[in-house]
């Protein structure tokens, strides 16, 4: 992943998490007043819904140009550069959309972050899960990232003893012009790495792509994330 590098462009082709960011927040409203830490904040989508609530926000994100676009974008949450996948400091409630999927062990993440709050603390958590960009997964293979469905995403929250009081996929079909397209978004949005197949390669993969999954005079990619309002136990 390239989000450090990719943060100028990543709002623009963000549209998918921008949407499933703000379901998320609507999904388990916070009451107004609550206190929250926000996990891999990005440019401050889920930050800016959570605000609308009546939060009041630490918006925290490795990256520190990430950071510095939230911080025009949501001057109101009080913003840091902060690594989400180590110890992270006591919070009443943690909230993130679209990080934990990239952590190597994400149990070890989540008991951080058990860790980090009182006991019925809140966690409101969005992450991509299975059938998410199976089109894609099909052709090219799971690539860097290990793909959870929602059942395997719940039971690693039951092990870092988290409480799911409410949870539900949700599941979009995005068309892109053109399979380039899809390509052009995953790589401004920061979330592919360094390319690893050869011009033959992804030209071929283009060709397949359109081929295989044309829909309304362009392509389609299915994009999936669960939706997780939790307790700490
Ligand atoms: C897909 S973006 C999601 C951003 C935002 N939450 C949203 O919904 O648009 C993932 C974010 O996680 C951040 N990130 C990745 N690894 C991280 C880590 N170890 N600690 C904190 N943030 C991290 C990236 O910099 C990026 O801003």
């Given at each position: 992943m390239r989000f450090n590098e990719r943060a100028h462009t990543y709002d623009q082709h963000a549209a998918p998490q921008?949407?499933?960011?703000e379901a998320l927040a609507a999904f388990a409203p916070f009451p107004r007043g609550a206190e929250i830490t926000e996990l891999g904040a990005g440019t401050g989508f889920l930050t800016n819904a959570l605000l609308v609530q009546g939060a009041s926000v630490e918006a925290t994100d490795n990256s520190p140009s990430m950071v510095e676009l939230g911080r025009q974008?949501?001057?109101?949450?009080?913003?840091?550069?902060?690594?989400?996948?180590?110890?992270?400091p006591k919070a009443k409630a943690l909230a993130s959309?679209?990080?934990l999927h990239w952590a190597p062990d994400p149990v070890a993440v989540l008991r951080?972050?058990?860790d980090a709050m009182p006991d019925e603390g809140r966690l409101l958590l969005g992450v991509p899960c299975d059938p998410c960009l199976f089109e894609l997964r099909d052709l090219m293979g799971e690539g860097p990232l290990?793909?959870?469905?929602?059942?395997?995403?719940?039971?690693?929250?039951?092990?870092?003893k988290f409480d799911v009081r409410a949870h539900g996929v949700l599941e979009s079909q995005e068309i892109y012009p053109s399979s380039?397209?899809?390509?052009?978004?995953?790589?401004?949005?920061?979330?592919?790495?360094?390319?690893?197949m050869s011009p033959t390669t992804l030209?071929?993969?283009?060709?397949d792509y359109d081929r295989l999954h044309p829909k309304s005079g362009g392509v389609v990619a299915t994009w999936a994330w669960l939706l997780?309002?939790?307790v700490a136990l």
């Open positions: 921008r949407r499933f960011a974008n949501a001057p109101l949450a009080d913003w840091k550069v902060r690594d989400a996948f180590t110890k992270i959309s679209g990080l951080n972050w058990h290990h793909w959870r469905d929602e059942d395997q995403w719940l039971k690693l929250l039951e092990s870092a380039i397209d899809l390509f052009r978004a995953l790589h401004g949005s920061g979330v592919t790495g360094s390319p690893r030209k071929s993969l283009i060709k997780v309002d939790a």
